[in-house]
T-cell receptor
């Protein structure tokens, strides 16, 4: 069975703080993909990153970075120097056979 | 590209009425998904189509829900009769997917249709 757990329901930080959003997944498959999506207050879901199970290299994109560790089945997301515009709900997802399994989301509040 | 287009954006209806939500996927995408989002249950996959054919409808709550994709550029999700517990945001998403484990292409979501059933 596939499962994605985002244990942090809500996080509040002050602008410019770094914040890490945790994602733990379960799957018996050797081939799978992991995603992060952002859902700002406006409601749409925006793609952030995709990572396949064979590529454990960490990735950095501007203030965003992702740490993928198969040994702990985790795919964590760090925002450096957070900004108010980062306030949103962030979803981690696992895909297998074209089906997405979303976590419950972490609501990030960045206060000025 | 205009992205995935959903209509209506907001719908308020009374219990027992029929509701039809519409979706136009991104041109060229061959997979289409309907999701429902609620506070209690998060994002739930209702059904997905590949090349206009329903592949997995195991997430459709009950017979009151039905979905069609008559062609590559249009899909509908119908609820008849609607009930207050159907109140949610319904998202349509599309991707260029193959259906297998390599079918891990990015889902592009529409803006959602917020349904309120009184």
């Amino acid at each position: 069975a596939q499962k994605v757990t985002q244990a942090q329901t809500e996080i509040s930080v002050v602008e410019k703080e770094d914040v890490t959003l945790d994602c733990v997944y379960e799957t018996r498959d050797t081939t799978y993909y992991l995603f992060w999506y952002k859902q700002p207050p406006s409601g749409e879901l925006v793609f952030l990153i995709r990572r396949n199970s064979f590529d454990e290299q960490n990735e950095i994109s501007g203030r965003y970075s992702w740490n993928f560790q198969k040994s702990t089945s985790s795919f964590n997301f760090t925002i450096t120097a957070s900004q108010v515009v980062d306030s949103a709900v962030y979803f981690c997802a696992l895909i297998n056979f074209n089906k997405f399994y979303f976590g419950s989301g972490t609501k990030l509040n960045v206060k000025p | 590209d205009a992205g995935v287009i959903q209509s209506p954006r907001h719908e308020v209806t009374e219990m027992g009425q029929e509701v039809t939500l519409r979706c136009k996927p991104i041109s060229g995408h061959n997979s289409l998904f309907w999701y429902r989002q609620t506070m209690m249950r998060g994002l739930e996959l209702l059904i997905y189509f590949n090349n206009n054919v329903p592949i997995d409808d195991s997430g459709m709550p009950e017979d009151r829900f039905s979905a069609k994709m008559p062609n590559a550029s249009f899909s509908t999700l119908k609820i008849q009769p609607s009930e207050p517990r159907d109140s949610a945001v319904y998202f349509c998403a599309s991707s260029l997917g193959t259906g297998g484990p390599s079918g891990a292409n990015v889902l592009t979501f529409g803006a959602g249709s917020r349904l309120t059933v009184l």
